[in-house]
């Protein structure tokens, strides 16, 4: 079992940035993909980017790709978001999840365990 905590969401306004963090409670993280989502109301959860268990590989989704970053530090058994440039379509609630294979999924199912999420609203 891994437990998933977020942190680091907030009100910003368009152009802003913010970085979210994902704390994990396993100490066998490093074995887990991990990836971030994001869900609007109204809409179906999206993937926004992933990285391998090693950090080696990430992907990004076309949406943000050029200004969102993830990161992943193993030691501290935590994975970031860095959000740059901000707009208002940003705005959802964003979900880390980790997947045991360790390998990149962009497909949610993959995804054995997930955080409780994190507001991240950005105002025009």
């Known amino acids: 079992q891994v437990q998933l905590v977020e942190s680091g969401g907030g009100l910003v306004q368009a152009g802003g940035s913010l970085r979210l963090s994902c704390a994990a409670s396993?100490?066998?993280?490093?074995?887990?993909?991990m990836g971030w989502f994001r869900q609007a109301p109204g809409k179906e959860r999206e993937f926004v980017a992933a990285?391998?268990?090693?950090?080696?590989?990430?992907y990004a989704a076309d949406s943000v790709k050029g200004r969102f970053t993830i990161s992943r530090d193993n030691a501290k058994n935590t994975v970031y978001l860095q959000m740059n440039s901000l707009k208002p379509e940003d705005t959802a609630v964003y979900y880390c999840?980790?997947?045991?294979?360790?390998?990149?999924?962009?497909?949610?199912?993959?995804?054995?365990?997930w955080g409780q999420g994190t507001q991240v609203t950005v105002s025009s």
């Open positions: 999840a980790a997947d045991p294979s360790g390998i990149i999924h962009r497909y949610h199912a993959y995804y054995n365990y």
């Open positions: 990285i391998s268990g090693s950090g080696s590989s990430t």
């Open positions: 396993r100490r066998t993280f490093s074995s887990h993909a």
